[in-house]
């Protein structure tokens, strides 16, 4: 199975950002839509990946910070002081047992798939693992299909 055929199944709707969107613009973003990711584009081009990663991070080092003494608030922060600005990307003919192994060495939960420098999705380990679980099936549904089907010998 290929990246191609998992966001065929996903579709292909994407939440972009630009890197001077705020940080909180984002939060409610992504929680109005139960996403955990958005695409940081910047000219057409990817530029980087915020995630919820992200933003717990930026969130505990405030209150940490906010410990010390006044920090400013979370509201002022903008995409690009948080984002991961390299993050690993797919490419719809990846086979998944590629993506799978990537996203396990590099700890990202979200990939932008790209073409080139066309942004066509995002998948993320969840999708992986739906896509997994839908093939097993079926491939259990044809085994016991064949089985059922066995020819008596003669």
């Not at 998992?6 to 579709?11: A, F, Q």
């Not at 409610?28 to 990663?53: C, K, N, P, Q």
């Not at 979200?110 to 093939?135: C, I, K, N, Q, T």
Request: proline content about 5%; some cysteine.
């Amino acid at each position: 199975m290929q990246v191609s055929e998992i966001l065929r199944v996903k579709g292909s709707k994407l939440f972009t950002v630009s890197p001077e969107t705020m940080l909180s613009e984002c939060v409610i973003t992504m929680a109005d839509h139960d996403i955990g990711s958005l695409v940081v584009m910047e000219h057409g081009r990817l530029v980087g990946m915020l995630t919820f990663r992200e933003v717990v991070r930026v969130l505990a080092a405030r209150q940490r910070e906010h410990r010390t003494g006044p920090t400013p608030p979370v509201a002022e922060i903008v995409v690009r002081e948080v984002m991961n600005t390299a993050p690993m990307v797919a490419t719809p003919v990846m086979e998944v047992n590629e993506l799978r192994r990537s996203m396990l060495e590099t700890h990202q939960r979200y990939l932008p798939v790209m073409d080139g420098s066309v942004l066509l999705g995002v998948v993320s380990f969840h999708d992986v693992a739906r896509a997994m679980l839908e093939e097993q099936g079926f491939e259990n549904k044809m085994l016991k299909a064949y089985i059922r089907d066995w020819p008596a010998e003669v």
